[in-house]
């Protein structure tokens, strides 16, 4: 990395404030949180290594759980709503709701999953969870000593 006055530019651009709300709709629609330009996902829900503009390094991104979490939660509020308002105007039997909801719940988790990934993948850039910082997990999460320096 070149050296400007006693910093690498990559530390220098590691200190620099990070906006949260642009990371996340940037994540949102599948682009790299960093530059905008370059691709997030190189496949449904498999996140590329790296950007291929900027260079941002996604390979340590930990998005796990959340993501099917959130679309869960979503998914379910528009379903519930959407069956109490059909069972008021509409008669139908249960197994008719079930042709209807289910299939509309499947489409909506598997179309809101990947943008929901990119805007956790987005939180934790802005964030600097992650590695996302410039440091591993692992000094993040390494025990402190309280001992008395005497």
Partial sequence: MLEYGGTTAHSAHQDAPRETSRAVKRGLLGRC?????GKLFKSYLKPADEC???????Y???ADDFPPYLAIFIVGHIVVAGFMMADSWLILES???LMIWIPISIVLCLS???PLKGAVIGLQWALRMHGFGGEPDE???APVSHEDPQ
């Fill in 95 to 97: 197994w008719q709701h």
């Fill in 33 to 37: 949180p960093q530059c905008g330009d």
């Fill in 60 to 62: 340590h991104q930990r």
């Fill in 139 to 141: 000094l993040a999460f």
């Fill in 112 to 114: 809101i999953l990947p």
């Fill in 52 to 58: 291929a503009v900027c260079g941002e390094e996604l």
